[in-house]
């Protein structure tokens, strides 16, 4: 069993900033891919950036491209989301992902443990 606990979220005014950290533990578990996505109320949970874990190659969904960005730190199995210029489009709850197992990884359905979510709300 794995578990992921995020952790940043807040209210910030549009143009701001805020840095999104998620860590994982737990007993015996790899990691293939650790992303994060995020939900708005009535609508289906989206990609919004990866990395690969062995590779540490990262990947970021065109609409955040140049205001987001993913890193991690290897040690404390812990990701990061640094998020600039904040809009209120990017208002919504924001969960982090992690695939054990290869799969695609824009994929939702591939990741098999999330954390609880953290709010993100981008407002004057």
């Known amino acids: 069993q794995v578990q992921l606990v995020e952790s940043g979220g807040g209210l910030v005014q549009p143009g701001g900033s805020l840095r999104l950290s998620c860590a994982a533990s737990?007993?015996?578990?790899?990691?293939?891919?650790m992303a994060w996505f995020r939900q708005g109320p009535g609508k289906e949970r989206e990609f919004v950036a990866g990395?690969?874990?062995?590779?540490?190659?990262?990947f970021v969904t065109d609409y955040v491209k140049g205001r987001f960005t993913i890193s991690r730190a290897n040690a404390k199995n812990t990701v990061f989301l640094q998020m600039n210029n904040l809009t209120p489009e990017d208002t919504n709850v924001y969960y982090c992902?992690?695939?054990?197992?290869?799969?695609?990884?824009?994929?939702?359905?591939?990741?098999?443990?999330w954390g609880q979510g953290t709010q993100v709300t981008v407002s004057s």
């Open positions: 992902g992690v695939q054990a197992t290869r799969a695609a990884m824009m994929n939702v359905a591939g990741y098999e443990y």
């Open positions: 737990g007993r015996a578990f790899s990691i293939y891919n």
């Open positions: 990395i690969n874990w062995t590779f540490n190659f990262t």
